[in-house]
């Protein structure tokens, strides 16, 4: 059994999606369970609400292939709009999807509190980084006298935490304290020193040189970011929500807002060595082979007849081409939104 990732690859700085999904495919090549021509591939991997047109005229063209849903969000709890594009992700879910893989619990959760979206098969599987990348070689060692706090964020969007940190820019105390944020954002700073997003490799060299990773970001149901920090070493300071509390468990603490996350970044600093001691492992290895164990679970049901893969018939066809005209009143909305914003 062999699995295709359907998926328009980035090779620049890009979002977390694209990273994990890049690294799963190394993994995935590595263990000899990919296939890089789509159409010989038993089972599709498609991603949340990327390429609809594309996977769904594959399935028409290829209707026995097991196709499995990678999904994340709700888009609405993570951007704080878009819950039309949460509905067109559900629907094709219905359409298309013969498993689903959740990102985290919360996940999970969320989507089937605000929208059902529900399948014989499904699984919750957490985001693993590329080892060759971010791991713990030539982590610099802590120094309590100068504490050096690192952020990063691919999205602008003020709900990954920009409160927070312009609240810290201006209340950190910076003869204690040095803080770097890269990525792209939408406020300037005074004191957190400030980099254009850059490479993973470049990224991975810039955590090993900090101490402790902080993610405001709301919401967020499987941070990469996050998991990219503590795959180097780094223990961190995340906000109570989301999957965060999945994801750091005891390699760090927990904050509601501006009136403890001053607090707890001290505590980190004060017990370093035991935050550090506490980081969970995220392996790309495993992660792919339970990737890979899900897809074999319904590839089996299919070959004994007890599943027959979803079928594109001509109510499929109708329930499409509503979906296609969801996405272009979303598509419509969201440029008339840009326009009266600007």
């Known amino acids: ?75 609405y709890l993570i951007r704080g709009t878009n819950k039309d594009l949460d509905k067109i992700i559900y ?23 605000s929208f059902k979206i529900l399948c014989k098969y499904q699984t919750i599987i957490h985001n693993a980084s590329d080892k060759k990348i971010f791991n713990k070689d030539n982590k610099k060692t802590f120094n309590p006298d100068k504490i050096k706090l690192i952020v990063n964020s691919w999205s602008s969007n003020l709900r990954k935490g920009f409160d927070i940190y312009k609240f810290l820019d201006e209340n950190l105390d910076f003869s204690k304290y040095e803080m770097c944020f890269i990525g792209n954002s939408p406020v300037e700073f005074k004191n ?19 101490d402790v990773y902080i993610t405001a970001s709301q919401n967020d149901p499987c941070s990469n970011s996050l998991i990219e920090a503590l795959s180097c070493g780094l223990p961190a300071v995340a ?35 035991y935050y550090q001691s506490q980081i969970p492992e995220f392996s790309i290895k495993k992660i792919a082979q339970f990737y890979y164990k899900f897809a ?39 440029k008339i939104k840009k326009v009266c914003r600007i």
């Open 296 to 334: 074999e679970r319904i590839y089996d049901d299919v070959q004994n007849k007890q599943y027959k893969s979803k079928q594109v018939s001509f109510s499929t066809e109708i329930n499409f081409c509503k979906m296609k005209y969801m996405i272009l009143k979303w598509r419509v909305f969201n």
């Open 1 to 75: 059994m062999k699995i295709h990732i359907l998926y328009n690859f980035q090779k620049s700085p890009w979002g977390g999606g694209n990273q994990f999904l890049e690294a799963l495919r190394k993994e995935f090549e590595k263990q000899d369970v990919y296939e890089q021509n789509s159409e010989k591939a038993d089972v599709i991997l498609f991603n949340s609400h990327h390429n609809f047109n594309k996977v769904f005229n594959f399935k028409k063209r290829f209707k026995n292939k097991i196709f499995i849903h990678r999904i994340d969000g709700p888009v």
């Open 239 to 273: 906000r109570n929500n989301g999957g965060h509390p999945e994801l750091v468990k005891n390699g760090g603490e927990l904050f509601e807002g501006k009136q403890d996350i001053i607090e707890k970044i001290e505590k980190v600093a004060k017990n370093y060595s």
């Open 192 to 210: 957190i020193k400030y980099i254009k997003p850059v490479c993973s490799e470049e990224l991975a060299k810039f955590l090993k040189e900090h």
């Open 91 to 113: 629907k094709f879910n219905e359409l298309i999807a013969d498993g689903i893989v959740f990102q985290s619990n919360w996940s999970k959760t969320q989507n089937n509190k």
